[in-house]
């Protein structure tokens, strides 16, 4: 199975702030992850697709970027409805697997 | 609008049956993988495996392989995970999705809302 690692487990965060979340799988994916963000008691909604690519209506503050192993979802210019967990996810092969998850929260 | 809308929430006791369901609308029912997800307090979510509503293929994650069943009805554009003997550690949030493109694997563009299970005696 591939292992998906996120880091920071928890952030904290200021609206106007630019965050950075990664995700470093444990072999090469080239550019089959995806990211969600998911907020409590809801079902997690899809942000990115194929690392870098930002689904329809979703505020393109958010932006996600790299390839093989290591990737990265920033937040620019964080905003009140930002303030959720953030899972990667790859999507090259079985069994699918996510990211433990990043929390952001206000500081 | 694409929609996949949920069973909702179930209690049971350990050793009971129980199927969720989970009904497709806005797009062609066939041509996307439905994939289940389960959450468990507290923890990110975890794959439990997917199937193609056209043929009833399917394929499951390891930790869910002999614990769950799959299934579709065409007719109405439903899938479904079923447990024949649940235990209290299958409580847990249970979502599905369906795969963004047609073909396998792939990221969940849509989600269900979800459907919460609580196993007790």
């Known amino acids: 199975d591939i292992q998906m690692t996120q880091s920071p487990v928890m952030l904290s965060a200021s609206v106007g702030d630019s965050v950075t979340i990664s995700c470093q799988a444990s072999?090469?994916?080239?550019?089959?992850l995806a990211w969600y963000q998911q907020k409590p008691g809801k079902a997690p909604k899809f942000l990115i697709f194929?690392?870098?690519g930002l689904v329809d209506g979703v505020p393109s503050r958010f932006s996600g970027s790299g390839s093989g192993t290591e990737f990265t979802l920033t937040i620019s210019d964080v905003q009140p409805d930002d303030f959720a967990t953030y899972y990667c996810?790859?999507?090259?092969?079985?069994?699918?697997?996510f990211g433990q998850g990043t929390k952001v929260e206000v500081k | 609008e694409v929609q996949l809308v949920q069973s909702g929430t179930e209690m049971k006791k350990p050793g009971e049956s129980l199927t969720l369901s989970c009904k497709a609308s806005?797009?062609?029912?066939?041509?996307?993988?439905i994939v289940w997800v389960r959450q468990m307090p507290g923890r990110g979510p975890e794959w439990m495996g997917a199937i193609y509503p056209d043929d009833s293929d399917t394929r499951y994650s390891p930790s869910f392989q002999g614990q769950v069943t799959f299934s579709v009805d065409k007719s109405i554009n439903t899938a479904y995970l079923h447990w024949s003997s649940l235990k209290t550690s299958d409580s847990a949030m249970y979502f599905c999705a369906k795969y963004k493109r047609v073909g396998h694997p792939d990221a969940f563009d849509i989600w269900g809302q979800g459907s919460t299970v609580i196993v007790s005696s």
């Open positions: 194929k690392a870098s």
């Open positions: 806005g797009y062609i029912f066939t041509t996307r993988w």
């Open positions: 996810q790859q999507h090259l092969s079985y069994p699918l697997t």
């Open positions: 072999q090469n994916i080239d550019k089959y």
